[in-house]
């Protein structure tokens, strides 16, 4: 039983272990190219955005007996004229997605402060502190630098929070791999 559970415990910590490899590699190349990586960003968006507009349409009709059939139609349409207007005018697209941007890395700073302060009692949680404080950081920038830096900005400021979860990750995994080790006879 004991080696079933360590087991699975070795499974989480290689799985987080890998998982905070990646995401240092994927914000490396969200550097690397931050023009090419915001525009990825806001495409990507505006499909996401059409076809989940198609998918609310299908829901509508499917459901038109049910009642809400004009909202849910409206809905629909907002979503679809949102994510067409993304691809159309992909600029402008940017600089909201830039605003918006900065205030998920303001809301996600605070998550990880909060995070970081549960997580105080292990070793290590400092990383998950530092994350949070840098990502805080970078969501001001946003902010401060607005619409100048849009371009680049996503990219280059998406790229850097990905490398310190990322980093963050790694350091929890070994962290829990120290503890497995030290717990093994």
């Keep these: 039983m004991t080696t079933d559970v360590s087991r699975d415990t070795n499974k989480n910590v290689n799985g987080s272990l890998i998982t905070g490899i990646l995401l240092s590699i994927l914000g490396v190349i969200a550097i690397a190219a931050p023009n090419f990586t915001t525009i990825f960003a806001e495409t990507w968006i505006a499909a996401i955005l059409i076809f989940a507009g198609f998918t609310k349409l299908v829901y509508a009709t499917q459901t038109r007996e049910r009642g809400g059939f004009l909202w849910k139609l409206l809905l629909s349409g907002l979503y679809i004229a949102t994510g067409i207007m993304l691809f159309v005018y992909p600029y402008t697209g940017v600089l909201t997605l830039t605003l918006l941007l900065g205030t998920f890395l303001l809301t996600e700073g605070t998550f990880e402060l909060i995070l970081a302060f549960k997580l105080r009692p292990q070793e ?11 990502t805080l950081v970078l969501g001001a920038m946003i902010w401060f630098q607005w619409p100048f830096n849009a371009p680049w900005l996503i990219g280059t400021l998406v790229g850097v929070s990905i490398i310190f979860s990322g980093i963050s990750r790694v350091m929890l995994a070994l962290n829990g791999r120290s503890t497995l080790s030290g717990e093994l006879p």
Excluded: F, H
């Excluded at 290590?124 to 840098?134: D, E, P, S, Y």
């Design 124 to 134: 290590n949680w400092t990383w998950v502190l530092a994350n949070g404080i840098i």
